[in-house]
């Protein structure tokens, strides 16, 4: 690579991290707006996602860049366009947490989760946070052996969803059905959060490796 692509490179990579960074911290606010129906927090979030946005756009036209006029190699190309899905990836993840934040407010000052679900929603809340932490380490360093405990996280997050979902279908179930809608859509919301960054993970291997995208499957250890 020549110099110039190089440093825009590494300026493309260092943002992404910092993207996951923030993608990080707003599900883990989110979540505790959520569980605590703490409003202020909830707005905070939804605010914050302009920021998101804002950084997913300038990936994108650094990568445009780039593409139209550094004339990289197929290597080259490989990273770049990687870069572009990733930054939009975690852009969704944005979102995802911005859902949670406004089903927040939607309830205020009610909470959309029942007293026997809220450990189970801090627990994919922690989740969502740690997935972000090591998905944001495959970025910044290129280790692809980060992938099996980005693939143990999701694991654990799609658990979480199937059991929310026997819950509300159980005959136990006493809290109605919009209750139950909501429960199954912020479940829903944590488990595609999940899913994002295992698409995430998935291109960095394709990156660093040359392996099609479509080949990579990430192996958990659990």
Do not use: C, N, W
């Given at each position: 690579m020549t110099p110039d692509f190089d440093t825009e490179l590494g300026t493309i990579r260092d943002e992404l991290v910092r993207m996951t960074r923030l993608v990080g911290t707003a599900m883990n606010c989110g979540t505790q707006a959520l569980l605590d129906a703490d409003l202020t927090l909830a707005e905070a979030v939804i605010a914050a996602d302009a920021r998101i946005d804002t950084m997913a756009n300038d990936v994108e036209q650094r990568c445009f860049d780039l593409i139209t006029d550094s004339a990289p190699t197929p290597d080259q190309l490989r990273v770049v366009i990687?870069?572009?899905?990733?930054?939009?990836?975690?852009?969704?993840?944005?979102?995802?947490?911005?859902?949670?934040?406004?089903?927040?407010?939607?309830?205020?000052?009610?909470?959309?989760?029942?007293?026997?679900?809220?450990?189970?929603?801090?627990?994919?809340?922690?989740?969502?946070?740690a997935i972000l932490t090591t998905t944001g380490a495959m970025i910044g360093t290129d280790d692809v052996d980060l992938a099996e405990e980005v693939a143990g996280h999701d694991d654990r997050i799609d658990a979480l969803h199937r059991g929310l979902f026997a819950a509300v279908l159980a005959p136990t179930w006493e809290h109605g059905v919009e209750v139950a809608v909501d429960v199954t859509l912020l479940s829903r919301y944590y488990e595609r959060y999940g899913d994002h960054a295992v698409s995430v993970a998935r291109r960095v291997v394709t990156m660093v490796t040359g392996a099609p995208y479509v080949g990579v499957v990430l192996e958990s250890a659990r």
């Open positions: 990687g870069s572009l899905r990733i930054a939009a990836s975690l852009e969704r993840m944005g979102d995802l947490a911005e859902h949670v934040a406004k089903q927040s407010r939607l309830r205020y000052p009610r909470t959309s989760v029942p007293r026997e679900l809220r450990a189970t929603f801090a627990e994919m809340g922690d989740l969502a946070e």
